[in-house]
């Protein structure tokens, strides 16, 4: 079986280029300080959208890097340590200035529950920055098509995690910062890739499927009876413990 990295960049193509890397860049910027950082890094990926971060961020800053990744080899990205986990089995030794959580919520088995663990090894002042796709997204609404009234915690909109996690109390919750990219639909329509990788997404959601005989195809109908089918939509919210 493929790993959900396997997924997505397989299906790479069709979802687009890097999204909300510029929002990304300036929310941190603007919410982390100079000096020396101690820096976690939840769900690498490839290393790529991190190593970006990383050099648009280095100017009076130093990393030290925690990288989790449980598909991806290690080693990538000078001066990160990499760690092929999951977070549910990582066990912080240190304490972090930043803890970068993007687009990898959605393999969680609990993502507030696991927000709220990682808050516990936040330095005073330190914040989690969580970028996750809005409930009205094209790929949260495929998400919701597939698996009809079955969405649970972990695949639903940055919305409701942000509504979660200040119902928990003890975090304080910034607003959501909404970004707004392309889906490129004709490309879906021609790449099988994506339903995969949609699909692959449901099942972890715990979702009981229905057995489908051609997944692209129901993909693509679903994208054709759907207005404003290219509309990406990601928020971007930086949690805090709250003093
Ligand atoms: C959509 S990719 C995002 C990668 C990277 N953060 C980026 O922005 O390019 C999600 C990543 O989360 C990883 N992942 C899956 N389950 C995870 C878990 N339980 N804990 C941490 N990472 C996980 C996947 O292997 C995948 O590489």
Redo the contacts with the bound molecule.
């Keep these: 079986m493929r790993?959900?990295?396997d997924e997505?960049i397989a299906a790479r193509p069709a979802f687009g280029g890097s999204t909300e890397a510029e929002e990304l860049v300036s929310i941190t910027h603007r919410s982390l300080r100079k000096g020396d950082i101690d820096w976690l890094e939840?769900?690498?990926?490839d290393g790529?959208?991190l190593r970006y971060l990383m050099s648009e961020l280095s100017a009076g800053r130093t990393f030290r890097v925690i990288a989790?990744?449980?598909?991806?080899p290690a080693g990538r990205i000078e001066g990160a340590t990499w760690l092929k986990l999951?977070?549910?089995d990582y066990r912080p030794d240190r304490q972090f200035d930043w803890m970068n959580v993007?687009?990898?919520a959605y393999?969680?088995d609990d993502p507030v529950a696991e927000m709220w663990r990682l808050s516990s090894s936040l330095r005073p002042d330190a914040s989690i920055a969580l970028t996750h796709w809005s409930r009205d997204c094209v790929l949260h609404r495929l998400h919701v098509a597939i698996c009809g009234d079955q969405v649970d915690g972990p695949t639903s909109g940055i919305e409701d995690i942000a509504q979660r996690l200040m119902s928990v109390g003890g975090l304080d919750v910034s607003d959501i910062e909404r970004t707004e990219t392309v889906l490129n639909v004709e490309h879906v329509a021609e790449d099988d890739e994506v339903a995969s990788a949609l699909y692959e997404l449901a099942r972890r959601g715990h979702t009981p499927l229905d057995p489908v005989a051609n997944r692209a195809e129901r993909v693509r109908d679903m994208l054709a009876a759907m207005p404003d089918p290219g509309r990406r939509l990601n928020g971007v919210m930086v949690i805090r413990r709250a003093r």
Aim: a neutral charge; charged letters at 15%; hydrophobic letters at 40%.
């Design positions: 790993s959900p990295l997505l939840v769900g690498a990926g790529g959208n989790l990744e449980p598909a991806a999951r977070v549910e993007r687009h990898s393999y969680m």
